[in-house]
């Protein structure tokens, strides 16, 4: 069951600059001030005096329900990049949550998960990841897929590289698009590695990003033989 949204106010707590590319914000809620989400759901911001909003997908888990993160490509720079960039520590911002129906569909753990992300369409599903983590620990098969432009995009890579070594049931391909001679894994976009990787049919399939990306993966999957019905996504842009 999920919650119907409410307003909520909460303020900046932290705030992470990961790279030129990405920045994560840490809000503590104060009014309400405790939020029950689940994975894969976001907040509406409101980002000016006139009323406009923006939408943010919460990258933490629902876990912690006094709080919650989000992770913003800084790159568009229009009225919620600039409104988040200027909020000072403290500062209180005005939102409407939880929001969307983007979430785990199947609790059973035998169903394995692929999460199919590039840019910060990787926010949504990171907490449903680890919510399942936590969750289920090592009974459910996760994949991972995060396509970036560049090596120097990629964020968490110490958690992602723990992640996958303390946990044998989780793969992750990050999917460098212009990456250098020297990188190992996966060149090209996401849908080039789905065309060529072991494609699970029974798997649920998550994917979230813009919208070519996510037109373009479901085009691939259903070529692999995945059902439509078992493919989920969230549009950004
Ligand atoms: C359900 C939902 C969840 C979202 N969650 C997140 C999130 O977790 N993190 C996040 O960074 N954004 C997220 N977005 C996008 C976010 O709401 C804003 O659109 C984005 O931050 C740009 O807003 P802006 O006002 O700075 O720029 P705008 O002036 O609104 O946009 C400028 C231009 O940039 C394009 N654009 C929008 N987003 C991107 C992007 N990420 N990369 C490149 N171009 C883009 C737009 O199409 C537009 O042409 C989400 C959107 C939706 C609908």
Not at 68 to 78: A, I, T
């Amino acid at each position: 069951m999920l919650n119907p949204p409410q307003v909520f106010t909460a303020k900046l707590a932290d705030r992470f600059v990961h790279n030129p590319k990405f920045t994560e914000y840490h809000f503590e809620l104060v009014q309400p001030n405790k939020m029950n989400f689940q994975a894969g759901q976001y907040v509406s911001m409101a980002v000016d005096p006139a009323g406009h909003r923006r939408s943010y997908s919460i990258v933490s888990t629902p876990d912690n329900d006094h709080g919650f993160s989000l992770f913003v490509d800084v790159e568009p720079n229009g009225l919620g990049v600039q409104y988040l960039d200027r909020l000072n520590f403290g500062d209180t911002v005005s939102m409407l949550a939880p929001m969307g129906q983007f979430v785990v569909q199947s609790s059973d753990p035998a169903v394995p998960l692929v999460f199919v992300a590039s840019g910060s369409g990787v926010a949504p599903l990171r907490s449903m990841l680890y919510d399942q983590l936590q969750k289920f620990a090592g009974q459910r098969q996760m994949t991972l897929y995060w396509g970036l432009r560049h090596e120097a995009d990629l964020c968490w890579v110490n958690d992602l590289r723990d992640l996958v070594s303390d946990h044998s049931n989780v793969v992750f391909h990050p999917t460098i698009s212009r990456a250098g001679d020297g990188w190992p894994l996966c060149h090209g976009r996401v849908t080039d590695c789905l065309l060529v990787h072991d494609v699970d049919v029974t798997a649920e399939y998550y994917v979230c990003g813009n919208q070519q990306m996510i037109l373009d993966t479901i085009a691939v999957l259903i070529k692999r033989g995945v059902p439509e019905s078992k493919i989920f996504h969230e549009k950004f842009y």
